[in-house]
């Protein structure tokens, strides 16, 4: 399974992932980053930020879209279609729109609208679909949407990708080809740990969290990001380490977490990176 990460870019690429995703809503950050990059130096996917627009009750231009798609075409692996959030026809229709100027762009497909027939449509045309609408959705709401997307892909078996969806014990129950997460900038941020903090915080004791710190070497970046002086240069660099510290533990928490999950579904008999000719 293929890991995107998005935020942090920068310490991305020092800790030796190539695999990111940008949003389209922070254009000014992607222009920076390709400003300094080469065509094909990363895998780089191009979010059409539609959910962060919506959020913001904005909208995206979509032939603004399109244009930046076509200057920037030579760094990108994948660009996403630009969806309608909860609307699977004018989601369609802009997919139509961006093909006929020229473009290649990923279909996107949100379970929430229940739209199964375009779904089929979209399996028997495409080799490679996004999923997407789930963020902020609770697990067994999640697992309910995703269920018949993959009960409708044993028969066409096509690529999906997971927008926004790092939840392990889901992408133990369906195969994704790839997903995206920002999760890892996430625990950098605010200065936790990945596996340990937030996500298991109702599993373990503040007893129990304080001796996997220290069995991980994490507690003094935890002392730094939360104690130090950020007034002062030396506490500035000492947050700066921490944060650094942090955000190596997280992305190989993650990158840990998908080679496990790749090597289920291997042997379970999903093995996109045979199938694709793909390094694993």
């Known amino acids: ?20 995703l940008m949003s389209y809503a922070a254009k000014g950050i992607i222009k920076r980053f390709l400003a300094t ?15 962060t627009a919506f959020t913001k009750g904005k909208a995206v231009d ?3 879209y399109c244009d930046f798609i076509k200057e920037t075409a030579a760094y990108w692996t994948t ?11 004018a989601t369609l229709n802009n997919l139509s729109y ?7 762009p990923l279909p996107t497909f949100h379970p929430i609208t229940q739209r199964w027939d375009i779904l089929e449509m979209l399996l028997r045309k495409y ?8 963020v902020g959705i609770k697990r067994k709401k999640r697992r309910a949407l995703l269920s018949p997307v993959f009960a409708l892909n044993c028969k066409y078996k096509k690529r999906l990708h997971g927008f926004g969806l790092t939840d392990f014990t889901l992408l133990r129950e369906f195969p994704f080809y ?14 936790n740990i990945a596996g340990i903090d937030r996500v298991t915080s109702k599993r373990r ?20 990001f939360r104690l130090s002086d950020r007034s002062t240069p030396e506490g500035k660099a000492k947050v700066k380490w921490a944060t650094e510290t942090l955000f190596k533990q997280a992305l190989r928490f993650y990158k840990n977490q998908a080679e496990i999950i790749t090597k289920l579904w291997t042997a379970r008999g999903v093995d996109w990176a045979k199938q694709l000719g793909e390094k694993p």
């Open 98 to 104: 961006m093909e006929k100027q020229g473009l290649s």
């Open 127 to 134: 080799s490679y679909i996004a999923i997407g609408g789930l």
């Open 62 to 64: 979509i032939d603004e």
């Open 205 to 224: 004791t503040m007893a129990e969290k304080q001796e996997a710190y220290v069995a991980g070497g994490w507690l003094q970046a935890k002392a730094d």
């Open 178 to 191: 790839s997903v995206d997460s920002s999760s890892v900038a996430y625990y950098s941020r605010v200065g």
């Open 1 to 20: 399974m293929k890991l995107y990460t998005v935020g942090c870019e920068e310490l991305t690429i020092q800790n030796g992932h190539r695999s990111l």
């Open 37 to 51: 990059s080469t065509p094909s130096q990363y895998d780089l996917f191009l979010d059409s930020g539609a959910f």
């Open 79 to 89: 660009y996403a279609a630009l969806d309608v959030i909860g609307d699977a026809e």
